[in-house]
T-cell receptor, first 109, second 112 residues
Framework: SQQGEEDPQALSIQEGENATMNCSYKTSINNLQWYRQNSGRGLVHLILIRSNEREKHSGRLRVTLDTSKKSSSLLITASRAADTASYFCATYDDYKLSFGAGTTVTVRA | NAGVTQTPKFRVLKTGQSMTLLCAQDMNHEYMYWYRQDPGMGLRLIHYSVGEGTTAKGEVPDGYNVSRLKKQNFLLGLESAAPSQTSVYFC???????????FGPGTRLTVL
C-alpha cells in the first residue's frame, strides 16, 4: 500500500511563481525523500530529509518535515518551465521506499 | 559512468509469453529494486535485493521472479505474461538502503 499521499494531485503556475506541494504519510519513518519525474523518464532524486531534521534546502528547493503531523512539504521557488514534471514523495522504512501517487506541476511561460 | 541502464526500452508480449528485463548499474551499489508504475499511481515495489545473491519480495511480487547473480545486475522475469502486467517498469539502485535511489530510464511493456 502507498505510504505517502501528495496534495494537490495537480498544480498549474506561472513562470516565476512558487510551487508548494504536500505529502502525508501513515507510519514512522527513517527518512523522507522527494523525486522528480519528467514525462517519459525515470525518477531523479531531489532531496532527502531525515526524521530528526525539520527543514532542508537545496538550491531553489525547500523541504520541511513535521513528524508529529506525519507530513512534509516541498517548495520550489521562482519556478521555471523546466520544473514542469511530476513530483513524488517517498518514505523510507524497513529497507524500502514507499512512493505516493505524485503531484503533477505545470509551469506556464 | 552509465549509471543505471535497462534493457529493453520497449516490448510487446502476447498473453502467456515469458521475458526477462535486465537492469545493470556501474556504481557498485549494494541495493537494487524493481518497480512498476501505472497511470495515476506512484511506483510500487515488486522485488528488491540487499546484495549479491539475495532477493526479497516487495509490495506486488506475484507473477514476477528475480535474480541477482552478480552485484551489478538485477533481472526481472515474467514467466507467463498477463495483460495486468502491462506497465512501465523501473529499476533502481542505492549504495545502502536509506540512501537516495538512482533510477533507470524504464521499460514500457505491453501485454496483449
Amino acid at each position: 500500500s502507498q505510504q505517502g499521499e501528495e496534495d494537490p494531485q495537480a498544480l498549474s503556475i506561472q513562470e516565476g511563481e512558487n510551487a508548494t506541494m504536500n505529502c502525508s504519510y501513515k507510519t514512522s519513518i527513517n527518512n523522507l525523500q522527494w523525486y522528480r519525474q519528467n514525462s517519459g523518464r525515470g525518477l531523479v532524486h531531489l532531496i532527502l530529509i531525515r526524521s530528526n531534521e525539520r527543514e532542508k534546502h537545496s538550491g531553489r528547493l525547500r523541504v520541511t518535515l513535521d513528524t508529529s503531523k506525519k507530513s512534509s512539504s516541498l517548495l520550489i521557488t521562482a519556478s521555471r518551465a523546466a520544473d514542469t514534471a511530476s513530483y513524488f514523495c517517498a518514505t523510507y522504512d524497513d529497507y524500502k521506499l514507499s512512493f505516493g501517487a505524485g503531484t503533477t506541476v505545470t509551469v506556464r511561460a | 559512468n552509465a549509471g543505471v541502464t535497462q534493457t529493453p526500452k520497449f516490448r510487446v508480449l502476447k498473453t502467456g509469453q515469458s521475458m526477462t528485463l535486465l537492469c545493470a548499474q556501474d556504481m557498485n551499489h549494494e541495493y537494487m529494486y524493481w518497480y512498476r508504475q501505472d497511470p495515476g499511481m506512484g511506483l510500487r515495489l515488486i522485488h528488491y535485493s540487499v546484495g549479491e545473491g539475495t532477493t526479497a519480495k516487495g509490495e506486488v511480487p506475484d507473477g514476477y521472479n528475480v535474480s541477482r547473480l552478480k552485484k551489478q545486475n538485477f533481472l526481472l522475469g515474467l514467466e507467463s505474461a498477463a495483460p495486468s502486467q502491462t506497465s512501465v517498469y523501473f529499476c533502481a539502485s542505492s549504495l545502502q538502503g536509506p540512501n537516495e535511489q538512482f533510477f533507470g530510464p524504464g521499460t514500457r511493456l505491453t501485454v496483449l
